[in-house]
């Protein structure tokens, strides 16, 4: 039998929802491309309910436990007398969600003998040590797609606030203000921008095909160059490199996983070939930009703007820069945790489970790290460090 932990963000203040604003949500079979939405073989949750938090248990309980499984979900994740330390030991699987991540490094994972598998409840499994569970014997899987498009929506949603001065403007009017001047004095139009993607993998693909509408200029790199009826079709221009995108660009967001390659990549130097007064949105990782590097490009305008929902660490505390530094738009790490995205990663754990305790095999295209090496969707995306 298996001892599955499961590390979760807390439940609402208020406590767990007991209604919700809408009464269902949209049913999506699959996605561009062809890829399937997650096939569990039964769901023991109601589609749209709070999966996420510690009530919520990603609607594992009644699966796991009706097998003889044990379930542990906390929220407590932080230093060696939280629950997640102290339950690695015996466990055999870590189920983890990047809003709120179980931090698995070289030392916990040392720590944890029978720990075999490492789900990502979403996308991003940056927060495991990858090189350590390659050496570990791990597997290492996410809900591949599951929450992408979730995130498309929010960055198309932040290049909009920033750009067209959106909340600086709402907060006039909750100020019960009416300085017009006040709110256009930062305010432009997005068409005829140049827009430029770091990486166009399924989440920047995405963002590219819903901004094509808005007639701006489209750019993207990536180490996976897109299919020429792709680029004819969006009207991209593709650069080799993210130094060679960014100068070009009015508005840069950032769509790559966090791995060797991109750890640091905007930092004082990458930025300062930006044009001035350059948007950047980032719902990537925190750690692709440098973090006061950033905080310096916005205090000296070389940045007109940074918006995204992911820092480090997380939670970020509470005098984080990012919270108070100049024209900024960010939002707690929630755009890839949607209750519609939550419904498709809570379902593809458990796809996932179902397939590991059977012994059958995990989609390939879920898979970060299998049998010692990056396998999957992770040897697509990722490198080592070795
Ligand atoms: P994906 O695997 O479809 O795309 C990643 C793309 O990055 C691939 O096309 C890959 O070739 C490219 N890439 C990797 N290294 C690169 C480099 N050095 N330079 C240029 N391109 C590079 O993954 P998807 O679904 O698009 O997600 C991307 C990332 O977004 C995730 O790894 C995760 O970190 C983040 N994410 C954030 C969420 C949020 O809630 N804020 C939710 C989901 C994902």
């Given at each position: 039998m298996a001892k599955i932990v499961c590390v979760l963000y807390d439940d609402p203040a208020a406590g767990y929802p007991t209604s919700y604003a809408r009464d269902d949500i949209p049913t999506i079979d699959g996605y561009p491309g062809g890829q399937t939405a997650p096939s569990p073989k039964a769901i023991d949750f109601t589609p749209g309910a709070l999966l996420g938090s510690v009530s919520g248990e990603l609607g594992l309980r009644e699966f796991l436990e009706s097998q003889g499984h044990t379930l542990v979900v906390t929220s407590d994740k932080e230093g060696a007398d939280s629950v997640l330390d102290r339950e690695l030991p015996d466990a055999d699987v870590v189920i983890s969600q990047p809003f709120w991540p179980a931090y698995l490094t070289a030392e916990r994972i040392a720590k944890a003998p029978k720990l075999k598998?490492?789900?990502?409840?979403?996308?991003?499994?940056?927060?495991?040590?990858?090189?350590?569970?390659?050496?570990?014997?791990?597997?290492?899987?996410?809900?591949?797609?599951?929450?992408?498009?979730?995130?498309?929506?929010?960055?198309?949603?932040m290049i909009l606030g920033l750009v067209r001065n959106y909340?600086?403007?709402?907060?006039?009017?909750?100020?019960?203000?009416?300085?017009?001047?006040?709110?256009?004095?930062?305010?432009?139009?997005?068409?005829?921008?140049?827009?430029?993607?770091?990486?166009?993998?399924?989440?920047?693909?995405?963002?590219?095909?819903?901004?094509?509408?808005?007639?701006?200029?489209?750019?993207?790199?990536?180490?996976?160059?897109?299919?020429?009826?792709?680029?004819?079709?969006?009207?991209?221009?593709?650069?080799?490199?993210?130094?060679?995108?960014?100068?070009?660009?009015?508005?840069?967001?950032?769509?790559?996983?966090?791995?060797?390659?991109?750890?640091?990549?905007?930092?004082?130097?990458?930025?300062?070939t930006m044009k001035r007064g350059t948007y950047l949105i980032n719902t990537a990782r925190a750690k692709i930009a440098d973090r006061d590097a950033i905080v310096r490009a916005l205090e000296s305008g070389q940045l007109a703007g940074y918006a995204g929902d992911v820092w480090y660490p997380q939670p970020a505390p509470a005098d984080h820069p990012w919270r108070t530094m100049p024209h900024h738009g960010m939002t707690p790490h929630i755009s890839g945790s949607s209750l519609s995205a939550q419904t498709r990663y809570a379902a593809g754990t458990r796809e996932i489970l179902e397939s590991w305790l059977a012994g059958t095999p995990i989609r390939d295209e879920y898979l970060i790290v299998d049998g010692g090496r990056l396998a999957g969707a992770g040897a697509h995306a990722y490198s080592t460090r070795v």
């Open positions: 598998l490492a789900i990502t409840a979403g996308i991003g499994s940056d927060h495991v040590d990858l090189d350590a569970a390659i050496e570990h014997g791990m597997t290492v899987a996410e809900v591949t797609y599951s929450n992408s498009i979730s995130v498309a929506e929010h960055v198309v949603m909340l600086p403007a709402y907060q006039t009017v909750w100020d019960g203000g009416w300085n017009i001047a006040d709110c256009v004095a930062r305010s432009y139009d997005l068409e005829g921008m140049h827009v430029g993607t770091v990486a166009a993998g399924r989440i920047g693909t995405a963002v590219l095909r819903r901004l094509a509408p808005f007639d701006v200029k489209l750019h993207y790199t990536d180490r996976h160059r897109l299919p020429e009826s792709v680029e004819r079709e969006l009207g991209l221009t593709f650069h080799p490199s993210a130094a060679d995108m960014v100068p070009h660009c009015d508005v840069v967001t950032i769509n790559a996983p966090l791995h060797p390659e991109t750890e640091g990549l905007f930092g004082d130097k990458l930025l300062g």
